[in-house]
């Protein structure tokens, strides 16, 4: 299975800011997807990002507060803007098995505190 | 619309007893399913997964899953738990206007006592 490297794995922010995450895979994916995990919560698909195409996002997540880049078949980035603390949560990157019959597999996230 | 129930918040046994984590999903057609364990401060592991093959799955670390189509259950055993099982679980199903999108339960967590 695809090893996936998350980092920052953890981090702290002050309101206002924005961080990048960047998420790294050991091998070419066609599908990556982010997801947000809030304390105590079950996970949420935020977007599918696919190579050499605009991030598809799911309802009640928008492109200004999550833009996300998907340069190439090995990497991608989610940038959570303008944090609030509501934005604290757990953010995990998934890419697909590649041979189109699932599973997901899920790099360790990470987890953002906003104060 | 697509959902998938974890009946159970919280499970707790003792150690080398038998786990039953329980999940019912809803569906007009018929998704595949999934276990995922995330351990404290980790990602997701995937423990089995059912993709309309045989109705018995069997996971990593011993566990195992049934399918039940008429009961549109898909509950996750152990025979004998360990204390490093104790971590949540969720249930997952894939979406009907995406194979590769899932829905993931609210998750069990599971409590091994000595």
């Known amino acids: 299975s695809a090893v996936i490297s998350q980092k920052p794995s953890r981090d702290i922010c002050q309101r206002g800011t924005s961080l990048t995450i960047q998420c790294q895979v050991d091998?070419?994916?066609?599908?990556m997807f982010w997801y947000r995990q809030q304390p105590g919560q079950s996970l949420t698909l935020i977007a599918t990002?696919?190579?050499?195409?605009?991030?598809?996002?799911e309802s009640g997540f928008v492109i200004d507060k999550f833009p996300i880049s998907r340069p190439n078949l090995t990497f991608s980035t989610l940038t959570v803007s303008n944090m609030s603390p509501e934005d604290s949560s757990i953010y995990l990157c998934?890419?697909?098995?590649?041979?189109?019959?699932?599973?997901?597999?899920f790099g360790d996230g990470t987890r953002l505190s906003i104060l | 619309a697509q959902s998938v129930t974890q009946l159970d918040s919280h499970v707790s046994v003792s150690e080398g007893t038998p786990v039953l984590l329980r999940c019912n999903y809803s569906?007009?057609?018929?998704?595949?399913l999934f276990w995922y364990v995330q351990h404290p401060n980790k990602g997701l592991q995937l423990l089995l997964k059912?993709?309309?093959?045989?109705?018995l799955v069997k996971g990593i670390n011993g566990f195992e899953a049934e399918f039940k189509k008429s009961e549109t259950s898909f509950h996750l055993t152990k025979p004998s738990a360990h204390m490093s099982d104790a971590a949540e679980y969720f249930c997952?199903?894939?979406?009907?206007?995406?194979?590769?999108?899932?829905?993931f339960g609210s998750g069990t967590r599971l409590l091994v006592r000595p």
């Open positions: 997952v199903v894939t979406r009907p206007d995406s194979s590769y999108k899932l829905i």
């Open positions: 059912y993709t309309s093959a045989a109705t």
């Open positions: 091998s070419q994916v066609t599908m």
């Open positions: 990002a696919n190579q050499g195409s605009e991030a598809t996002y």
């Open positions: 998934s890419v697909d098995s590649g041979d189109g019959n699932q599973p997901q597999h």
């Open positions: 569906s007009s057609y018929s998704p595949s």
